[in-house]
């Protein structure tokens, strides 16, 4: 599952999205190229940010730097508690920079809204991985590939029984995993 996130700019003043407000102080940015991810590397069409001390999945962010007007966010769920919280961290700052307009999945919502429902998109992302973890018995498989930032994870029947009873251990592993 995933999200996707569009900005556009409402603001009489025609001003590109600065990188550095983008990223705040804790996120970084990277790319894949022939399927490795590059650390401080944009492609054409933007990046991906992160959390150096916090590996999840990484968020799309479909942007170049003399850009006006849009600026594209994808996430993908389930993801680490602290990757959301860089992500509601990042639109806080986004959103009021460009006075921009918020469309989630193509829907207009209101910013301050979506803001302050941080605490369900974090409880969501949580049922989102109880969801997907808990679908692997249905379908009688014992392992499950899971996209991360910087390779493909396998999750097994142990970590998923895990996840589900505590999902900061899903942080960790997300973590841990990319790091060895």
């Known amino acids: 599952m995933g999200m996707l996130i569009t900005l556009q ?19 970084r940015y990277g790319s894949y190229e022939e399927d490795a991810f590059h650390p401080g590397k944009m492609d054409e069409k933007g990046f991906v940010a992160y ?21 594209q966010i994808r996430i993908l769920t389930p993801t680490s508690e602290a990757e959301l919280n860089a992500l509601y961290d990042a639109l806080a700052r986004m959103l009021p920079f460009w006075e921009a307009r918020l469309l989630i999945g193509g829907e207009e919502t209101d910013g301050s809204a979506f ?6 998109a974090l409880q969501g992302n949580r049922q989102s991985l109880r969801s997907l973890l808990g679908a692997m018995p249905a379908f009688a498989v014992e392992q499950m590939e899971l996209n991360a930032l910087t390779k493909t994870l396998i999750l097994g029947q142990a970590e998923a ?20």
């Open 115 to 120: 803001l302050a429902g941080r605490a369900a």
């Open 161 to 180: 029984e895990r996840f589900c009873r505590e999902s900061a251990a899903f942080d960790r592993w997300l973590h841990t995993q990319q790091t060895v």
């Open 51 to 71: 959390l150096p001390e916090a590996l999840g999945r990484g968020f799309r962010v479909i942007w170049t730097p003399k850009e006006t007007e849009v600026l």
């Open 9 to 27: 700019r409402r603001s009489a003043e025609k001003r590109a999205m600065p990188l550095e407000v983008i990223l705040g102080d804790t996120l």
